[in-house]
């Protein structure tokens, strides 16, 4: 039997390509968000983020589905799911989401989840490609001290499809 900690690295990787080919639904518009960040608390961790973002036409909002991992001074690794709503449109946007995995301290292994809300900003750099920069407070569980993050990031846009469904436009 493979050790827990073996079998760790394809799940996520499993879970990263998953997210890859992800649309959400009804999604009009899809980019790839890749961020870094860290958490300002007890116990500082630097975060990553990995995920597709899709927001739907005439709706204010977008739903980020990702893949989190924070690292950082006490030797444990969180990796997990996550999902965020941004709600706004144009430069500055609320930012609300929750989630959830796996925490790996040594060979032990355990569970954590967290909740964050704040603001970000999003600056178009060209057509395709945006910096994006967050601040949020973070709350985890499990004994884990929270505290403010801040992260920054790109997003890609990918090119539209056509949808069947939408009547053609001359």
Same mark, same amino acid.
């Given at each position: 039997? *493979? ?7 394809? /799940?996520?990787?499993? %879970?990263?390509?998953? =997210? ?11 980019? =790839? ?6 958490? !300002?608390?007890?116990?500082?961790? /630097? /975060?990553?983020?990995?995920?597709? %973002? ?21 030797? @444990? ?9 941004? !709600? &706004? +449109?144009?430069?500055?946007?609320? *930012? ?7 925490? =790996?301290? &040594?060979?032990? !292994? ?9 603001? &970000? ?6 057509? +395709?490609?945006?910096?994006?920069? @967050? &601040?949020?407070?973070?709350?985890? /569980? ?6 403010? @993050? ?21």
């Amino acid at each position: 039997m *493979t050790p827990p900690r073996r079998r760790a690295l394809p /799940t996520l990787l499993g %879970a990263l390509a998953l =997210i890859a080919l992800a649309s959400p639904a009804g999604a009009q518009h899809r980019s =790839i968000l890749a961020e870094v960040g860290h958490l !300002f608390g007890d116990t500082d961790r /630097t /975060t990553y983020r990995l995920g597709v %973002a899709g927001t739907v036409r005439d709706f204010p909002a977008a739903g980020v589905l990702s893949v989190v991992g924070m690292t950082g001074s006490v030797r @444990e690794t969180l990796v997990g799911l996550g999902y965020d709503l941004q !709600f &706004g +449109r144009g430069l500055v946007y609320f *930012t609300g989401g929750v989630s959830a995995g796996v925490a =790996i301290a &040594g060979g032990d !292994f355990g569970t954590w989840a967290s909740g964050a809300a704040g603001f &970000g900003v999003l600056l178009p750099l060209t057509p +395709r490609l945006a910096l994006q920069a @967050e &601040g949020k407070l973070r709350l985890l /569980t499990g004994g884990r001290d929270g505290g403010q @993050e801040l992260a920054a990031g790109l997003r890609w846009h990918l090119p539209r499809k056509a949808n069947p469904l939408d009547p053609v436009r001359r």
